[in-house]
T-cell receptor, first 116, second 113 residues
Framework: AQTVTQSQPEMSVQEAETVTLSCTYD???????LFWYKQPPSRQMILVIR??????QNATENRFSVNFQKAAKSFSLKISDSQLGDTAMYFC?????????????FGQGTILTVHP | GAGVSQSPSNKVTEKGKDVELRCDPI?????LYWYRQSLGQGLEFLIY????????KSGLPSDRFSAERTGGSVSTLTIQRTQQEDSAVYLC???????????FGPGTRLTVL
């Protein structure tokens, strides 16, 4: 079975600063995707970034980037120039490619608060 | 285009009643997923549809839970004889094909009194 662990229940950061959210996962599979989703108080889950396990290059999306360490099974999210609108719960998620029908396995989430 | 929509946004019901939760996926998305988000259990997978078929029902917690999808589009999650432990946010997601990125709806918050 696959597991995803987010060891930081809560994090806080000052506006304009950088913050890193941690995620580790456990799997015996070799082909998979990793995701970070953001869930603001509105409850809508929003895709932040996706990483394909077969790609060595770390994914980036504007102010969001990941540090993907496949051997260590680590997938952290770095948010640069934090903005008040980044305040949300962040979920790390894992999907096996080809089997398990593409269902996502989620971590427990990290509540991020950006302070002015 | 329009995203995934879910209705109702909130539902309060009495223990023992049946409830139906609706999901409208993004047009053209063939894969549809239901998840449940609760304080104690976090985010859990419930069921997956490919077209109108549900090849993976492994996450349904009991036989009180059922789901269907019609016309390869709208899906309904039905909970019979609701219990207090069914209180949660029920999230629906769709993707263009199985294994692609999933896009989520705003969820239905179910409260069982």
């Amino acid at each position: 079975a696959q597991t995803v662990t987010q060891s930081q229940p809560e994090m806080s950061v000052q506006e304009a600063e950088t913050v890193t959210l941690s995620c580790t996962y456990d799997t015996s599979e070799n082909n998979y995707y990793l995701f970070w989703y953001k869930q603001p108080p509105s409850r809508q889950m929003i895709l932040v970034i996706r990483q394909e396990a077969y790609k060595q290059q770390n994914a980036t999306e504007n102010r969001f980037s990941v540090n993907f360490q496949k051997a260590a099974k680590s997938f952290s999210l770095k948010i640069s120039d934090s903005q008040l609108g980044d305040t949300a719960m962040y979920f790390c998620a894992f999907m096996i490619i080809g089997t398990s029908y593409g269902k996502l396995t989620f971590g427990q989430g990290t509540i991020l608060t950006v302070h002015p | 285009g329009a995203g995934v929509s879910q209705s109702p946004s909130n539902k309060v019901t009495e223990k023992g009643k049946d409830v139906e939760l609706r999901c409208d996926p993004i047009s053209g998305h063939t894969a549809l997923y239901w998840y449940r988000q609760s304080l104690g259990q976090g985010l859990e997978f419930l069921i997956y549809f490919q077209g109108n078929s549900a090849p993976d029902k492994s996450g349904l917690p009991s036989d009180r839970f059922s789901a269907e999808r019609t016309g390869g589009s709208v899906s309904t999650l039905t909970i019979q004889r609701t219990q207090q432990e069914d209180s949660a946010v029920y999230l629906c997601a769709s993707s263009l094909v199985q294994g692609d990125t999933q896009y989520f709806g705003p969820g239905t918050r179910l409260t069982v009194l």
